[in-house]
C-alpha cells in the first residue's frame, strides 16, 4: 500500500481546502481509511474516518459540522473536505489504511501511513 495526501495549504480562518488519499497500489479499497492530524507540540490524533463502502464515518467531536470525509472507490481515494478552518486545525494531517473494514480512532488499526500534508489557517 502506498498512500499519498495532498491538499494542504494556507488558509484563512473560515476558509475551506479539501485534503486527498490516493492509494497508488489500489489495495485499500476493503479498508477503512481515517485522517489524523499532528500540530506542533501535540500527539497525533484523529479526525475522521470512513468504512470500506464508504456509508460509515467517524469524526472527533472538534471536527464534527465542519469536516467531511468520503471515498471515490474507483479513483481509489479519500477525500477531507474542511470548511470552517479555525487556527487550531493548523497540523500536518495524515492518512491512514486500517486494517479493519470500519473506521475506528485510534491508530493501533491503522497499518498503513501516508506521508503529511500540512494545513496552516492563519487568524
Known amino acids: 500500500v502506498q498512500l499519498q495526501a495532498s491538499g494542504g495549504g494556507l488558509v484563512q480562518a473560515g476558509g475551506s481546502l479539501r485534503l486527498s488519499c490516493r492509494d497508488s497500489?489500489?489495495?485499500?479499497?476493503?479498508?477503512?481509511v481515517g485522517w489524523f492530524r499532528q500540530a506542533p507540540g501535540k500527539e497525533r490524533e484523529f479526525v475522521a474516518g470512513?468504512?470500506?463502502?464508504?456509508?460509515?464515518?467517524r469524526y472527533a467531536d472538534s471536527v464534527k459540522g465542519r469536516f467531511t470525509i468520503s471515498r471515490d472507490v474507483a479513483q481509489n481515494t479519500v477525500y477531507l473536505q474542511m470548511n470552517s478552518l479555525e487556527p487550531g486545525d493548523t497540523a500536518v494531517y495524515y492518512c491512514?489504511?486500517?486494517?479493519?473494514?470500519?473506521?475506528?480512532?485510534?491508530?493501533?488499526?491503522?497499518?498503513?501511513w501516508g506521508k503529511g500534508t500540512l494545513v496552516t489557517v492563519s487568524s
Open positions: 491512514a489504511s486500517n486494517r479493519l473494514s470500519q473506521p475506528t480512532t485510534t491508530s493501533e488499526f491503522y497499518r498503513y
Open positions: 470512513i468504512g470500506w463502502r464508504g456509508s460509515t464515518t
Open positions: 497500489k489500489r489495495t485499500f479499497s476493503n479498508n477503512a
